[in-house]
């Protein structure tokens, strides 16, 4: 999973980060309301929106020079 985003273009990766900060916000509400299956999900997702904005980082960087 760590390596599945280096593979993505640039505007899928945009799409996955909204995606991501999507599942990221439904999973902190559930947690407020207290219908939260698996706790530990909610560092997983933020480690995934951390990678994919590192590799969008990244891209822009390289497609700035």
Known sequence: MK???KELKLEELEAKRAE???KYF???FQAVVGHVENPLMKRT???QIA????L???RGAAGAR
């Open 20 to 22: 991501l900060k999507k």
């Open 45 to 47: 997702l933020r480690r």
């Open 51 to 54: 990678r994919v904005e590192t």
């Open 56 to 58: 969008i980082t990244q």
């Open 3 to 5: 390596n599945s985003f």
């Open 26 to 28: 439904d999973f902190r």
